[in-house]
C-alpha cells in the first residue's frame, strides 16, 4: 500500500490528483442541486407564499376583472403613483 502513496523519488505521487477532483465533484454537485431547486425560485414546505395586497396591485386586479374601465384604471394609477411614490429613473418619487 505504501508504494501506491509514494512516488519513485518520496513525493505524493499521483494519487494526490485525486482530492482536487473529489472536491470538484463535491462543490459541481452541491451547486447543481441549489440550480434546480433554490436557485430556481421553487418554494419549499416551510414558506408560505406572499400575498400581493398593495394597492397598485389590487387596483390592476380590479381593471383585470372588469370592475373599472381603462380610463378609471389610469386616473387612479396616477394618484397612487404620487401616494405611494413609485421610484423614475429620474431620481425621487
Known sequence: MQTLADFADGGPGP???LFPLLWALVIGGTVTLLRRTVWR???GPWRQPV???SPIAVLGHRFASGEIDEDEY???LSVLD???GRTRKGGAA
Open 41 to 43: 425560485g421553487r418554494r
Open 15 to 17: 494519487w494526490i490528483l
Open 82 to 84: 404620487e401616494q405611494f
Open 51 to 53: 400575498p400581493d395586497d
Open 74 to 76: 389610469w386616473r387612479r
